[in-house]
């Protein structure tokens, strides 16, 4: 089955720069989307974006998706302190419904 | 107000045990998830319900039995406990298309 792997698994990085995290698949997909969830609360999708686009927009976030090598790019501009969470790919395989969710990349933004 | 709510927020138990969470969306979505999210983050979805119908059933054992009694309620009624069944388990909702919807707050449970 098909799995969503982030990297890096952690990230700490100072508030104002600029946070990249990575995510790659094994399979064809219909979309792959971006969650975040803070500590102990639960999951806030971010952004979607199809297999047929390269680049999506939204507020200070930037998705890439390379279909030939299998991977999107999540890319946070001037990050802030409330950035810190947990950020996880996922994606949608063609036909279905379902959801296939990576591990992670752990976000700290000091200020 | 909450969106998507589940109850209990935690719940520990003993093996062998049954217990139900439940789970509730007030956004009029038409599809219901239950995922469960183990110790190591990763998140897997295990049913899926339309407008109350089944339509994903991974594999998950019969111990699991989802119960949909209208489109804005999916609870998840788990029997005979296992210690594997320590979790966190996230109720979702989504229209549409599924992605662009929206998490509970989860429910962690602690089978001892």
């Known amino acids: 089955s098909q799995q969503g792997e982030e990297d890096p698994q952690a990230l700490s990085i100072q508030e104002g720069e600029n946070a990249t995290m990575n995510c790659s698949y094994k399979t064809s997909i219909n979309n792959l989307q971006w969650y975040r969830q803070n500590s102990g609360r639960g999951l806030v999708h971010l952004i979607l974006i199809r297999s047929n686009e390269r680049e999506k927009h939204s507020g200070r976030l930037r998705v890439t998706l390379d279909t030939s090598k299998k991977s999107s790019s999540l890319l946070i501009t001037a990050s802030r302190a409330a950035d810190t969470a947990s950020y996880f790919c996922?994606?949608?395989?063609?036909?279905?419904?379902?959801?296939?969710f990576g591990k992670g990349t752990k976000l700290t933004v000091n200020p | 107000d909450t969106a998507v709510s589940q109850t209990p927020k935690y719940l520990v138990t003993q093996m062998g045990n049954d217990k139900s969470i439940k789970c509730e969306q007030n956004?009029?979505?038409?599809?219901m998830y239950w995922y469960k999210q183990d110790s190591k983050k990763f998140l897997k979805i295990m049913f899926s319900?339309?407008?109350?119908?089944?339509?994903i059933n991974e594999t998950v054992p019969n111990r699991f039995s989802p119960k949909s009694p209208d489109k804005a309620h999916l609870n998840l009624h788990i029997n005979s406990l296992e210690l594997g069944d320590s979790a966190v388990y996230f109720c979702a909702s989504s229209q549409r298309e599924p992605g662009l919807g929206t998490f509970g707050p989860g429910t962690r449970l602690l089978v001892l």
């Open positions: 996922a994606t949608e395989k063609g036909g279905s419904e379902k959801l296939v």
């Open positions: 956004l009029g979505h038409d599809t």
């Open positions: 319900y339309n407008n109350k119908e089944l339509i």
